[in-house]
């Protein structure tokens, strides 16, 4: 029978605890972090959804509205279209195609600040018959100038603002 020197073993499976308690919390650190990426782009993702449903909201009430298409128009800036506080109009004891318009687009806009961080919209004819509806709002950690984003006529809204467009043709 052969004995080894334990003398020469001290300290070895205390060294391989540190090894070990080291590559754990890299492991968990690197966990920590796909965490916090994953509920950042969570966060992206339901505001995009939002934006969708909106865009597709104010498309529907237009086309059950279509006498009175032409007064959907909206071209507000986003500047000011987020700094503002809009009320909804009101029509008794009858409503014309341009108060159902307008009470749409109230109602559209007083819904994209509530379900989004500087939501605000734009509605503008398009070259091909229909209209485009674009949604904007404000995200988190965002810089850049989204290039979904219009420019000219309404104005781009700037840095910082994502967008989502819809074309539709009633």
Do not use: H
């Not at 919390?25 to 920590?32: C, V």
């Not at 800036?77 to 008794?92: E, G, L, M, Q, R």
Request: a neutral charge; hydrophobic letters at 40%; one cysteine or more.
């Amino acid at each position: 029978m052969k004995y080894t020197n334990l003398r020469n073993q001290a300290g070895t499976s205390l060294i391989e605890i540190g090894v070990t308690l080291v590559i754990m919390a890299i492991g968990l650190l690197g966990l920590a972090g796909l965490q916090g990426n994953s509920l950042r782009f969570l966060t992206t993702a339901s505001q995009r959804s939002e934006a969708a449903q909106a865009a597709y909201d104010i498309s529907d009430r237009m086309r059950a509205n279509s006498a009175g298409l032409n007064n959907y128009i909206y071209t507000t800036p986003y500047s000011s279209t987020v700094a503002a506080t809009s009320s909804i109009p009101s029509c008794t004891p009858s409503c014309t195609a341009t108060d159902i318009a307008n009470i749409d687009i109230a109602t559209w806009l007083q819904n994209l600040a509530y379900r989004l961080n500087g939501g605000a919209g734009y509605i503008v004819a398009n070259a091909v018959g229909g209209y485009d509806v674009t949604v904007m709002w404000q995200e988190a950690g965002y810089v850049d100038v989204d290039p979904a984003c219009p420019v000219g006529n309404p104005p781009a809204p700037g840095a910082g603002v994502r967008c989502y467009t819809v074309r539709f043709t009633p």
